[in-house]
């Protein structure tokens, strides 16, 4: 960490951000209307105002050492930024159709966030376990004694019950989510 900015820098705070459409805080326009430089300034501000609650000084300005933009956001069009890359987000009932971090090729394992897993969505959650599970691929086919890696079930909070329940009846009904327990 001693090699990134002044030498001081002692973490990394990595940020995905989703909504490209819904106005933001700062210039009331989405990112996708945003300069590079007005992006950095509302992600900033949003992670700032979303640890900084109740008062904690958790995250300021003097912490920013320095920022990159994914160059797959492409700047500058006469319309607004395009994202070369958007995040994926993977569609109902398509799990069996992403490979299992082992394959049919010898000698070739898969360790991606598409990848079969038990988190069933891309992220870094599911890169991990695919990892996990093409390490324990790899050790079965070596032959290998050595302690597998762990796979964990996804954990689903029964308090969030409710709220899974109203969105599964919803969606059967062909409605959209509407963010409330009871519909």
């Known amino acids: 960490m001693s090699r990134y900015g002044d030498g001081s820098v002692q973490g990394i705070l990595s940020v995905d951000i989703s909504d ?7 210039y009331g326009k989405p990112a996708i209307a945003c300069s590079k430089e007005e992006i950095k300034n509302e992600v ?4 700032k105002r979303s640890l900084n609650a ?22 500058p069009n006469p319309h607004e930024a395009i994202n070369l890359e958007p995040l994926l987000v ?20 898969l360790a991606s966030d ?28 070596s032959g290998s004694h ?13 308090a969030l019950a409710p709220w899974r329940n109203n969105d599964k009846n919803r969606y059967q ?7 409330k327990i009871v519909g």
């Open 20 to 26: 490209w459409q819904s106005p933001g805080i700062l």
């Open 44 to 47: 900033w501000e949003q992670v």
């Open 54 to 75: 109740g008062g904690a000084d958790v995250l300021n300005d003097d912490q920013l050492v320095d920022w990159f933009l994914d160059s797959d956001i492409q700047f």
């Open 90 to 109: 993977n569609k109902v009932n398509t799990w069996y159709l992403r490979p299992n971090a082992y394959t049919a090729i010898p000698n070739f394992y």
């Open 114 to 141: 598409y990848v079969r897993t038990n988190t069933d969505l891309a992220t870094m959650e599911s890169a991990n376990e695919a990892a996990r599970r093409a390490v324990n691929a790899i050790l079965e086919a």
């Open 146 to 158: 050595e302690d597998r890696c762990e796979i964990w079930d996804m954990y689903d909070p029964l």
């Open 173 to 179: 009904q062909g409605l959209p989510w509407d963010g």
